[in-house]
């Protein structure tokens, strides 16, 4: 039997924490926090939350894997990771798979990008 995508997505939305566009605004422009967009690239070339960095959904594992010639040394920096997506579904599955790589200060962006957007959020 195929487990439907939205009952992994509540899954992964019961194991990690979330974080509001609210309180993500406050961190944006701080040290503490590094903003992960795991959308395509064409998404995010079209427009981002400014100062994120680019790991789409399907490199994810690699680019967070310090052993990989593909990792982004912004992951494993030690700072709390706010991932987002368009709306909040792929990237509370990529929350929960970088929990699941032992990253600890994880949380997902409630709403996504369109959220941000929709508060004012700054983009590039």
Known sequence: MVTPSM????????????????????L???EDAVFVDVR????HDAGAIAGAVAAPRG????????????HNAALSS???LVIYCASGGRSALAAKTLQDM?????????GGFQAWTGAGGPTE
Do not use: C, H
């Open 7 to 26: 009952q992994l997505i509540g899954e992964a939305l019961a194991e990690v924490a979330s974080i509001s566009v609210d309180e993500a605004l406050v």
């Open 40 to 43: 395509e690239r064409a998404e």
């Open 59 to 70: 490199f994810l594992e690699f680019i967070a894997d310090p052993a990989t010639p593909m």
């Open 28 to 30: 944006v422009d701080g």
């Open 102 to 110: 032992g990253y600890s200060e994880v949380a997902n962006l409630t």
């Open 78 to 80: 030690g700072k709390r």
